[in-house]
């Protein structure tokens, strides 16, 4: 490979000049023999074999190290191998050619030399064989006849004296070679005993001046060095040519028979190197294309080149780029793109002129900017020009897909033409003839979305005919063809065009970035609907509606009714049941698809589109709401807190980037953004303004059916079609437009750093002062640091040229000057007084500090203290000390370029470096960010800059520098002399990255650029890039003197172009009043000379001369002139902004790294402690001061920081003296997250009052806060922590809400999002540390989920919400059925553990597997057991008791003699089992509840189901119990009017009738869900459970209280099947507040009648004062009052108010005869059912 760079390097040099040279051929020979010691080339004559054979030779013999190019032969390619073997076996027949060689020579000559003395020979491609003695002889007399061992050929002439050969001959030979490419003999050389060193197969090529970059080169043999491949260009592909070797030899015995040899491809770049790394130096075709090209470079890296034009197309050009670039209006409010415009016609000629220059003349516009003046400004400025460059790539982008549709258009019309030629063949109706209306449609289209319009119009009719009229076209071509070739004619050209043409049928799609279009997804595919209604004949349907889609454009475009409607005489109805078929079954059906099809026509119309698309931009409102996730995320931190409810917002009404702000939010998945039609308030709808022009005024029902048809495919057209589009269209508009002016903001933000002058010294240096004198430049001094401590700073000084001198490190810079560590402070002080004698010794003109941060403030007040020094020590003049945005410099310094310009220092050095030629020169420093890294896009110029694309930002900001650089001009020298200028050239007006590196390769052979016409002459630019860049490349002709002999112009170092420097000589010579027509009249001279006196040239009367000008046809010139003058008064001043000390905010901004959009009052800010702000007391306030006793400790209290351990008064006023009181605390101090510093004052820390702040806050401790003002002087803010302050509920300190901001939306959600979160709170449980294979850390629905996996039985324990001492028992019951049971734990250690005792009710657990063997598996066997009988019915719907009433009545309806009875789950109450049963007509539900005992029904508990039913099957004619209802305060009474005695229910109350049966003992009662129920009297003391009963005296005690069975249902038996086993015991009295209550009902008891000697009484608590059992809903009239039944003589006692207790038993034995004599007298054995 090294040998191959070398060999190109060489070449490239060699073939540079081929105008000037003719010695292509010797090139290639010496090129070759340098690569491999052999060549294949023809010469014409013997002296061009010998230049040949020297050359080759010489290249062979060439190395300037040849030790170490014995590490790169090894690395050459196997070819070179192979050769050099070959060779190195023949060295034994050629030993007497060598002993010659070294008898010539006088030396010893090495043996493996003799390669390449016969590879020279093997370059004569003539017949006659010639001697290896012989070839030895003639190399050695050519080339050793001196017999000097080493001899110092430096340069060419040398060479040429000692080889024998004239100094021209050598120059003929090598050509156009570099000096250090060319040959130097004194690079062969011997060791120490004679012997030539051997070298390696190619030369060494020094690149590099840095001494580790050149040693990597020559250890690697590459070195990067990408510029030395520019030159390749046509050379490389030479190098693919295979080459042919032969040698004489005999073969079969035939002398003089060529024998050929091997064939060795040869390696190409293409093949070396990736093709990224082509592409980044620049060395691929395309590359060596715009380098030859006679175009400007930029003209050339256009996407759509720039094409000539005539005056018809520019003017045209020039009306649609005025009306779209310049006078259309931006639809949101853009104030960086805010213009004025004058004259229209007037910007229009300037436009048109503006592209003559471009396309005609291909000026670029940096040029028609500073020398075509009279045709562009003042309207038109340098911005505006680059607009028309833009635009005109997009008006050439449209025309050339115009060109492209109509062309297919003309070709489909020709299609139709020849299908429907035949007269005799119907056109089918839905066909549409393409007419010429439809072309000059997309010839009139102005814009991108018109264009869209009329391809899709045309894809909707036609797509499906594409392919057709390609199949047909395609069999006219091979018909034509067949005739032709019949005819014996020539129908090539006919092929191609019909190949062409074939080439051209492509669907155009709209790229992304143009418009998303929803293109055509009904009408792409023949299964689309638009397709499947017009297989269907929906099209003669739709024509039925009145108006074509073209009608209807046209009424819309004019906005009256233009075409009227036709109407049909048969109504939509029966007219669709005529398409009634197998794809539309229905009338209805039928109507939708026409439907479908009208709107489709009208929404794909171009003009309806068209008007709508105008409307909708007009009135488009914009609509925004937060998404859930959005509500949450979007505070008021977030940038679109202000918006993030919007109503009815207009669109002109966004500013800048507000619109890409909601789009990023809206990407996020936070906001939703929907653009509407806006309707005013009050007026007609947008669809009903259009359907008065698709409306038929009859009043007949025809008419109105077909309007209301109209109508809804009007709507369904813009709702489904024309609205959806336009939205996406417009949000495409203002997202371009946001981020044009985010570009544009970026593009000012560089403009504003580059566009600054470097810096000048100040009036202080005396010129005289030889150690300060400013002549040869300012010397620049530069410190740069980082935040971190343990990261070194360094320090540098720069000379006039911008090159490093010296440089000091500083690794204390940071460190404080007074710290309490003496190491620190000493260290500190050292490295001052290093830095002091540095400033002495290099006496810089300006010091410049990195404003990394506000530590950059320290350093600037250090060196200020030493610069006073040296000015009060050593008189030093007054030394400025700058801060300088470093974020540019840390860019460079981490690049790739500044490691290969600096590679031993280290990047803070690096950063320095670039911090001093930033303030020498900023578009010198900056233009080093342009490379092939892209590192420019790391500066931050927005904070929005990444949404543009790479390419689209890159590309503006070089434009920038184009605009700049063109304004300033180029020194090529300097750009030479150092390279990091080098930059600038690519900005060059007319060059870039490619034509830059060529001219500076060709100036770097030829020293330097003495004139301008050099560039044509040397650097071989084109007449059209040499016009465009001439004028800004200026050379310093007074640096040269009198070290050149090329002719020199004083205005090549001035902006006037060449063109006009006839008109620059003609103004000198009249200014100084020469006669021009004398023989001895010298121009340059009168240059010269007014140069010295330009004040000559005020009374130049240039008008005059504009006028001349003029006549003679070279235009108004009048501005160019004044240029001139200005020129010559001063030569291309600079006329960038003066450098100016930054400001205060400027300096703010940039050392706290805020902005004001980021730092503002109002703002939530987090800040951290660091100590409490005290204020010592004064004199007077000591005088004044009244210490304070506390009265608790008795201790004595200082009044001002509150210390209050003084035992004595006296103690308070030694405080006082001794200067030990710290002062009254004023506030707290604090830091930010940005490094500011903060203050609270105490009154703003709480809004309670607060007298010591240590008692609130304390260091160290993290606070939220809001900021109240922002001090950019002192870097400090003052903020806020009151709660008040922070929830702002009034909105004063949080940021403004946009006037459109919709406040009802947003209390809507918030009273939403209350209501749901205050239905889902829950307590959070507590995870807990349980090792058990059932427990599982998770929540109520998670528990679920698992157990949905799990079996019948299984459990899931888990924690409780009710708290950590809780524990909570699932299992599942059944299919989606689990009961949750709660376990209370005590005796735990912590609250993670679990408890030593376990709970649930009162029965007691010792751990987690009792309770599941004892407590759950006994419930889950029941359970199991009930699902498995013969009547549970599982799809009961969990419950459902309509699916029960059901299957209960099919079953009785089967056997009405039986009473049906059923068993089945219940999801509502989880751990109880429905009984349904149908005693009679209705339905009876009733529950079973499952426990660890046994089943409990009916308040009695039994051991298995079969004992349930047995027993139920027996007491299902028992009352079911019934829970009562208790009130808070109440007086018994035995119930209503309507309420009935024992024993005499009446029929009208509907299912109280009670079934008693006498001699049944009281028991507790049933409810539905899980409750107790009371008898009469019985206060309800407690939910859930069933109360205690007592006895009268004699009676039976011990009779359990059950607990309460569940009730269901709304139908209840009247009799009772619960059969206490006891009387019950005697009870307490009731409580307040607990009274039971029986409100309409018939009082009932229930339970077996007391035997012999058993008075049953069902006790409660007596009623206190107040609090009175009340009976029946009713409290007595008066205290003491017997209650009044009705109905019944005989009354059952009741409790009076006092607290005596209740005869119940009495009443319920009345009550029990009552009921017996009534079934008695009504001869039934079982008692009636009724109903609730």
Not at 911 to 916: D, G, R
Not at 1042 to 1070: C, G, N, Q
Not at 1461 to 1486: A, C, D, I, N, Q
């Amino acid at each position: 490979m090294s040998g191959f760079i070398d060999h190109s390097a060489s070449e490239a040099s060699g073939s540079e000049s081929e105008e000037d040279e003719v010695q292509g051929q010797p090139k290639k020979k010496a090129s070759s023999g340098s690569r491999s010691g052999s060549g294949s080339s023809s010469s014409s004559g013997d002296s061009s074999e010998e230049e040949g054979d020297d050359a080759g030779v010489v290249e062979d013999l060439i190395d300037d190290n040849p030790i170490e190019e014995e590490v790169s032969d090894a690395e050459d390619s196997d070819t070179e191998i192979g050769k050099r073997k070959k060779h190195s076996d023949e060295d034994d027949l050629e030993e007497d050619d060598f002993a010659l060689i070294e008898e010539n020579l006088g030396i010893k000559v090495k043996r493996n030399k003799r390669k390449r003395i016969k590879v020279m020979s093997d370059d004569d491609d003539s017949d006659q064989e010639v001697s290896n003695e012989n070839e030895a002889d003639a190399v050695a007399n050519e080339l050793f006849d001196d017999d000097d061992e080493e001899m110092p050929l430096a340069d060419q002439d040398e060479s040429s004296q000692q080889s024998g050969k004239p100094a021209a001959d050598v120059a003929d030979t090598y050509g156009d070679l570099d000096e250090s490419e060319e040959s130097d003999p004194d690079d062969f050389i011997v060791d120490e005993e004679g012997q030539p060193i051997s070298r390696g197969k190619k030369k060494r090529t020094v690149v590099h001046t840095d001494k580790a970059l050149q040693e990597a080169q020559d250890v690697f043999g590459v070195d990067f060095d990408f510029n030395d491949f520019d030159d390749y260009g046509s050379n490389y592909e030479d190098e693919e040519e295979e080459e042919e070797e032969y040698e004489d030899d005999e073969i079969d015995g035939e002398p003089g028979a060529r024998k050929k040899r091997v064939r060795h491809s040869k390696r190409t770049i293409f093949e070396v190197f990736e093709p990224s790394e082509l592409e980044r130096g620049h060395m691929t075709d395309v590359d060596q294309e715009i380098r030859n090209a006679d175009i400007p470079e930029r003209f050339h890296l256009r996407t759509i080149k720039v094409t000539p034009a005539n005056s018809q197309e520019l003017q045209d050009e020039a009306e649609w780029i005025f009306t779209h670039a310049f006078s259309k209006a931006s639809f949101s409010n853009q104030e960086v793109l805010a213009e004025d415009r004058k004259d229209m016609r007037v910007i229009i000629k300037k436009i048109n002129s503006a592209l003559d220059f471009l396309r005609n003349q291909q000026l670029e516009v940096p040029f028609i900017n500073f020398y075509r003046k009279e045709y562009v400004q003042q309207e038109l400025e340098i911005r505006d020009l680059w607009k028309i460059w833009q635009w005109d790539e997009k008006w050439a982008q449209l025309r050339a897909r115009k060109h492209n549709l109509i062309k297919l258009m003309e070709r489909m019309q020709q299609y139709q033409f020849d299908q429907n030629s035949n007269p005799d063949v119907i056109m089918p109706s839905h066909l549409r003839p393409l007419t010429q209306d439809d072309i000059d449609r997309v010839r009139l289209a102005e814009t991108t979305e018109e264009y869209w319009d009329c391809h899709n119009h045309f894809m909707l009719y036609y797509s499906k005919d594409i392919q057709p009229m390609k199949d047909a076209e395609k069999k006219k071509k091979e018909e034509k063809s067949t005739e032709g070739k019949e005819q014996g004619g020539d129908d090539s050209k006919a092929e191609k065009e019909d190949g062409e043409e074939d080439e051209e049928v492509v669907v155009d799609k709209p790229a992304d970035e143009e418009l998303p279009q929803d293109t055509l997804k009904y009408a792409r595919g023949r299964n689309s609907g638009y397709y499947i209604c017009i297989q269907n004949g929906l099209a003669d349907f739709a024509k039925k509606f009145g108006l074509s889609p073209e009608q209807f454009a046209d009424n819309l475009k004019d906005n009256y009714q233009k075409h009227e409607v036709e109407q049909y005489p048969v109504g939509p109805e029966e007219l669709a049941n005529e398409f009634v078929g197998p794809q539309f079954e229905s009338a209805r059906e039928v109507l939708n698809g026409a439907r479908h099809l009208v709107s489709m026509q009208i929404a794909y119309d171009p003009v309806v589109r068209k008007c709508v698309r105008t409307a909708f931009r007009e009135r488009a409102v914009l609509k925004v709401t937060p998404t859930k996730k959005g509500k949450k995320e979007i505070d008021e931190s977030h940038q679109c807190y202000s918006m993030k409810y919007l109503i009815n917002k207009p669109i002109s009404d966004l500013k800048n980037e507000d619109f890409l702000k909601l789009y990023q939010a809206s990407e996020e998945d936070l906001l939703t953004i929907e653009i509407r039609m806006g309707e005013p308030t009050g007026s007609t709808t947008y669809l009903e303004e259009i359907h008065s022009l698709f409306h038929r005024d009859e009043y007949s029902a025809i008419v109105e059916a077909w309007n209301d048809q109209r109508k809804l495919a009007l709507e369904r057209a813009l709702s489904k079609s024309l609205y959806p589009q336009m939205e996406k269209e417009l949000k495409l508009c203002l997202l371009q437009e946001s981020k044009d002016g985010i570009l544009r903001s970026c593009c000012d933000k560089l403009r504003s750093c580059i566009r600054v002058a470097p810096y000048q010294a100040m009036k202080e240096f005396d010129d005289e002062d030889e150690d300060f004198d400013t002549s040869k430049g300012l010397r620049i001094m530069s410190v740069a640091y980082r935040n971190e401590r343990d990261v070194a700073g360094f320090t540098c000084i720069l000379d006039g040229d911008g090159e490093v001198t010296d440089f000091l490190r500083l690794p204390h810079i940071l460190k404080r000057k007074n710290p309490n560590a003496p190491e620190i402070r000493q260290d500190k002080e050292n490295e001052l007084v290093k830095l002091k004698e540095f400033i002495m010794e290099k006496k810089p003109h300006v010091i410049a500090v990195a404003g990394e941060s506000r530590d950059a403030l320290d350093i600037q007040y250090d060196i200020l203290n030493l610069l006073n020094q040296l000015e009060e020590e050593h008189q030093f003049p007054k030394i400025y000390v700058e801060l300088i945005d470093n974020e540019p410099s840390s860019v460079y310094a981490a690049s790739k370029k500044s490691a290969q310009d600096f590679p031993e220092y280290p990047e803070m050095l690096r950063e320095a470096i670039s911090i001093a030629r930033r303030l020498r020169d900023p578009l010198v420093e900056l233009s080093q960010l342009c490379n092939q890294d892209e590192d420019l896009l790391c500066i931050h110029f927005h904070p929005m800059q990444s949404e543009l694309t790479k390419e689209t930002l890159l590309s503006a900001l070089y434009l920038e520098f184009v605009n700049v650089v063109n304004e300033v001009g180029v020194d090529i020298n300097e750009a030479l002399a150092h390279p990091y200028k080098a930059g600038l050239l690519q900005f060059v007006c007319g060059l870039g990255p490619r034509k830059a590196a060529y001219i500076l390769k060709r100036v770097k052979s030829q020293k330097r650029l003495e004139n301008r016409s050099q560039l044509v002459m040397h650097c071989h630019l084109g007449p059209k890039v040499f016009i465009n860049c001439a004028g800004f490349i200026k050379i310093d002709t007074t640096s040269f003197g009198d070290s050149t002999e090329e002719y020199t112009d004083v205005l090549d170092a001035s902006r006037v172009h060449p063109e006009t420097y006839e008109w620059a000589r003609k103004m000198a010579i009249d200014a100084l009043e020469y006669d021009d027509m004398a023989d001895d009249a010298n121009p340059a001279a009168a240059l010269e000379e007014i140069l010295e006196k330009p004040e000559r040239l005020r009374d130049l009367d240039l008008e005059a001369f504009s006028v001349e000008l003029d006549r003679q046809g070279y235009g108004q010139k009048l501005t160019t002139l004044y240029d001139i003058r200005a020129e010559l008064n001063c030569r291309y001043k600079d006329t960038r902004i003066t450098y100016k000390t930054i400001e205060m905010v400027e300096r703010f901004n940039m050392l706290s790294k805020e902005t004001p959009a980021t730092l503002y009052i109002g703002k939530l800010v987090l800040c951290r402690v660091t100590n409490i702000a005290r204020k010592k007391p004064q004199g007077q306030q000591l005088d004044e001061a009244n210490p304070e006793r506390s009265e608790d400790t008795g201790l004595w209290v200082c009044p001002f920081c509150r210390k209050d351990d003084f035992s004595e008064i006296s103690e308070v006023w030694s405080h006082f003296d001794a200067g030990s009181c710290l002062g009254t605390a004023i506030g707290v101090r604090v830091r930010l997250e940005n490094n500011l510093s903060g203050f609270i004052h105490t009154k703003n820390l709480s809004d309670k009052e607060v007298r010591n702040p240590e008692e609130r806050v304390k260091p160290g401790m993290t606070l939220h806060a809001r900021i109240l003002k922002v001090d950019i002087e002192k870097f400090q803010v003052d903020l806020t922590c009151k709660t008040s302050d922070l929830l702002d509920k009034e909105d004063r300190l949080r940021p403004p809400k946009d006037h459109f901001y919709d406040f009802e939306a947003e209390d809507s959600d918030v009273k939403t999002d209350e209501k749901k979160a205050k239905g889902k709170k829950r307590v959070a449980f507590i995870k807990r540390v349980i090792a058990h294979p059932c427990f599982h850390n998770v929540g109520y629905k998670e528990c679920e989920t698992l157990l949905n996996n799990l079996g019948e039985g299984d459990c899931v324990i888990r924690p409780s919400s009710k708290g950590p001492d809780r524990l909570t028992l699932a299992w599942k019951l059944a299919p989606e059925i689990y009961s949750h049971v709660d376990i209370k734990e005590e005796g735990k250690e912590n609250s993670f553990s679990l408890g030593k005792t376990l709970f649930i009710g009162n029965e007691e657990f010792e751990d987690l597997d009792e309770i599941i063997s004892r407590y759950l598996n006994p419930m889950a066997a029941l359970a199991r057991e009930i699902q498995s009988y013969k009547y549970f019915v599982e799809d009961s719907g969990a419950g459902n008791r309509e699916i029960m009433d059901q299957k209960v009545y099919e079953e009785k309806k089967k056997a009405p003699a039986r009473i049906p009875y059923f068993f089945s789950t219940s999801k509502e109450l989880p751990g109880k089992f429905m009984l349904s049963y149908m005693p009679r007509s209705k339905t009876v539900h009733e529950f079973v509840t499952v426990t660890h005992e046994g089943l409990r029904f009916r308040g009695q508990v039994f051991p298995t189901l079969n004992t349930l039913v047995k027993w139920f099957k027996e007491h299902f004619r028992d009352p079911i119990p019934q829970k009562l209802v208790t009130p808070s305060h109440a007086t018994p009474r035995m119930g209503p009017p309507a309420f009935r005695t024992p024993g005499r229910t009446p029929s009208h109350t509907p299912g109280r009738t009670p079934g008693r049966t006498p001699g049944a003992t009281p028991a507790a009662y049933s409810t539905a869900r899980g409750g107790s129920s009371y008898p009469y009297g019985t206060p309800q003391a407690t939910p859930m459970m069933t109360p205690a009963y007592h006895t009268t005296p004699g009676g039976v005690s011990g009779t359990p209280a059950y607990r309460a069975t569940p009730r269901q249902g709304s139908v209840y038996p009247p009799g009772s099947m619960a059969a206490p086993k006891g009387t019950p015991r005697v009870g307490g009295t009731p409580r307040s507040g607990q009274t039971p209550r029986i409100s309409g009902q018939t009082p009932r008891i229930s339970g077996q009648t007391p035997r012999s000697g058993q008075t049953p009484r069902i006790s409660g608590q007596t009623p206190r004062s107040g609090q009175t059992p009340v009976i029946g809903g009713q409290t007595p009239r008066q205290a003491g009052t017997t209650p009044q039944y009705t109905g019944s003589s005989s009354r059952p006692h009741v409790a009076p108010r006092t607290n005596s207790d209740t005869d119940w038993g009495k009443m319920a034995i009345m009550w029990a005869k009552e009921q017996k004599q009534k079934k008695r007298e009504r001869g039934e054995g079982t008692p009636s059912y009724h109903e609730k």
